[in-house]
């Protein structure tokens, strides 16, 4: 089993930033890929984000130049979001793969709004 515990959600302005971080653990391996997805009120959950082991780091379009994912040796990855817009508010949900497996976080809410 893995633990994925997020922090770093909340409301900001239009052209802010938020940096959301996510700390796994538990039964941790090596060839995984964390990242981060979202939600927004009706619509499907849509990938943000992915690192993967030996893979180039993988962005939506959307976020491309604005979003960067990091990632420490500590099996926490964090997403710097910078110039945010209206259409990035959603549940952020952070996310990690080992083969077959994934878990999820729980979520949290990024609302940008002036």
């Known amino acids: 089993q893995v633990q994925l515990v997020e922090s770093g959600g909340g409301l900001v302005q239009p052209g802010g930033s938020l940096r959301l971080s996510c700390e796994a653990s538990?039964?941790?391996?090596?060839?995984?890929?964390m990242g981060w997805f979202r939600q927004a009120p009706g619509r499907e959950r849509e990938l943000v984000a992915l690192m993967a082991s030996g893979y180039p780091t993988n962005y939506a379009d959307s976020v491309k130049g604005r979003f960067t994912i990091s990632r420490n040796a500590k099996n926490t990855v964090s997403l710097q979001m910078n110039n945010l817009k209206p259409e990035d508010t959603a549940v952020y949900y952070c996310t990690y793969r080992w083969y077959s497996s994934t878990y999820w976080g729980r979520g949290t809410q990024v609302t940008v709004s002036s």
């Open positions: 538990g039964s941790i391996y090596s060839g995984n890929s």
